[in-house]
T-cell receptor, first 114, second 113 residues
């Protein structure tokens, strides 16, 4: 069964500091991996997508990395802001014959404090 | 404004009383999906639809029904709700499939007593 494990489960950091969130997955075959940000009380919003051939991709202060060989991805947040407080969810995608099921990670809950 | 709209946002009801959660998108997306989110668990897919009149089960379809009579609407039906269906529900849509960014509604919090 495809699994997605994210760590840490929760994290508290001071405003302005950096942090890195981890995602390990067992999805196979693997096509791409997407990171979502979910603010409290809202639906998730796509942050970035990594295809199997990409190692690093940036979206403003967010930088995602991918190692398809070890099935690991990370999301690095630089110079954190209070608005970064949210859950970050990792979603790997497996193109299994057009199957449209998807497995979401349980997320890392980030709290940025002043 | 491009959006996915769910109604109601909150609902408290009793076991066995049929209910429907509506979902509508205005982006002309082919793909729509329903998820439930429970504490400590990731979003779990209930049903999805690739196009009008095409629906399929996700990972946790038991106790739920869906229909896709029009492209923009994808209602979730609980014929006989039970307390274990108390959860936060999200509807999502994307242009053609789950491989593309999904746009989520703001969620429906259901409490079944």
């Amino acid at each position: 069964k495809n699994q997605v494990e994210q760590s840490p489960q929760s994290l508290i950091i001071l405003e302005g500091k950096n942090c890195t969130l981890q995602c390990n997955y067992t999805v196979s075959p693997f096509s791409n991996l997407r990171w979502y940000k979910q603010d409290t009380g809202r639906g998730p919003v796509s942050l970035t997508i990594m295809t199997f051939s990409e190692n690093t991709k940036s979206n403003g202060r967010y930088t995602a990395t991918l190692d398809a060989d070890t099935k690991q991805s990370s999301l690095h947040i630089t110079a954190s802001q209070l608005s970064d407080s949210a859950s970050y969810i990792c979603v790997p995608f497996s193109p299994s014959g057009g199957y449209q099921k998807v497995t979401f990670g349980t997320g890392t809950k980030l709290q940025v404090i002043p | 404004e491009a959006q996915v709209t769910q109604n109601p946002r909150y609902l408290i009801t009793v076991t066995g009383k049929k209910l429907t959660v509506t979902c509508s998108q205005n982006m002309n997306h082919e793909y729509m999906s329903w998820y439930r989110q429970d504490p400590g668990l990731g979003l779990r897919q209930i049903y999805y639809s690739m196009n009008v009149e095409v629906t399929d089960k996700g990972d946790v379809p038991e106790g739920y029904k869906v229909s896709r009579k029009e492209k923009r609407n994808f209602p979730l039906i609980l014929e006989s709700p039970s307390p274990n269906q108390t959860s936060l529900y999200f509807c999502a849509s994307s242009l053609e499939g789950v491989n593309q960014p999904q746009h989520f509604g703001d969620g429906t919090r259901l409490s079944i007593l």
